[in-house]
């Protein structure tokens, strides 16, 4: 059995692979994510028809396949609400994992990322399986999210068990395996750690709640009591990179997850000025790039313990760089 990277330095986590330059949630895109050196691929996973779990950002995939253009699945356009939220499109749970295969991944930021629609049309929609796999012959750790768990098993299509039973079928079911299992509910991850040992990691947001009401807002699960509660169920913390800073000066949440046995694993780094704050900015295109490796400095001097990019390159990069500072300053 693989064992889990090692905690002694920060893990870069490749985000939906390396989805700075490869459309996200496809095989090309975590292959780069390991070549650039990155510890932890991550699939977030929603159903299908059928029951396997398969990786995109959501169910709703016009944005990240070619659906649209497949007058085959016309008639599958259809609106729902999902956490409260009304959505029009096509969804994984109505197509089977044949049908989705014949689809094929594009790019979802466009605008944003124009050199990646070079790769629209090239890769499949992968399994959960095949991104195990993948996981396994490049001995990297996955950090699979589950998306929305209250709304599928309200539609009969919960992803708890099955994404328990591949990681059982995978050998991975203890606190050394090569899994960290993400959400920003609650109960779900309440669930899970009676079914499997594998590590857990409490997502939370600078803003809103947990969608099956299991806290008043997130702002409540950071307090230090607020982080207690969550560390009864999970290994670690998530959140967005944004809380740990109020403008320019850090906030207390690494140091109180900390304090309350969590690891801390902010997202997401990207390298374009839209997503830098203000002092990394380079310029006023919002498609260019900015100083990355220096935001993600700053953060690992904060005391993080693994953090979300879609630039793996820059991040081991900033990692390993203020690891060798470290070293240095000893």
């Keep these: 059995m693989q064992a889990a990277p090692s905690l002694s330095d920060p893990i870069v986590i490749a985000h939906r692979g390396a989805s700075g330059e490869r459309p996200e949630h496809t095989i090309a895109a975590y292959e780069l994510a390991i070549a650039q050196g990155a510890d932890v691929i991550e699939p977030d996973l929603v ?67 124009p050199d990646n629609r ?88 600078g803003a809103g709640a947990p969608a099956d009401g299991a806290a008043p807002s997130y702002a409540a699960m950071v307090s230090p009591a607020g982080l207690k509660a969550v560390a009864v169920y999970a290994w670690g913390l998530g959140p967005n990179k944004g809380m740990l800073w109020d403008g320019d000066a850090p906030t207390s949440i690494v140091a109180d997850a900390h304090a309350a046995g969590l690891r801390v694993h902010p997202w997401t780094y990207r ?38 990019t879609d630039f793996p390159a820059i991040g081991v990069k900033a990692r390993d760089e203020a690891r060798h500072a470290s070293l240095g300053a000893k």
Excluded: C
């Design 271 to 308: 390298a374009e000025n839209y997503f830098l704050p203000g002092r990394h900015r380079d310029g006023i295109n919002p498609r260019g790039r900015g100083d990355l490796q220096g935001e993600i400095a700053e953060a690992l001097r904060l005391g993080i313990d693994g953090f979300f």
């Design 47 to 113: 159903p299908t028809k059928d029951g396997a779990l398969v990786a995109r950002h959501e169910n709703e995939i016009s944005e990240t396949t070619d659906v649209a253009d497949h007058p085959e699945f016309a008639s599958r356009k259809t609106t729902k609400t999902i956490d409260g939220k009304e959505l029009t499109g096509w969804f994984t749970e109505d197509f089977t994992l044949a049908e989705l295969k014949t689809l094929r991944a594009k790019e979802r930021l466009p605008l944003m990322r």
């Design 118 to 205: 070079a790769f629209d049309g090239q890769e499949t929609i992968p399994t959960f399986e095949e991104v195990i796999a993948l996981a396994k012959k490049h001995g990297v750790a996955i950090y699979p999210e589950t998306k929305h768990p209250s709304y599928f098993a309200s539609i009969g299509k919960g992803t708890d068990a099955p994404l328990v039973a591949a990681l059982q079928k995978a050998g991975w079911d203890s606190a050394e395996a090569p899994v960290f299992i993400q959400s920003f509910e609650v109960k779900n991850l309440q669930r899970l750690r009676g079914m499997t040992k594998v590590r857990l990691i409490q997502l939370v947001d």
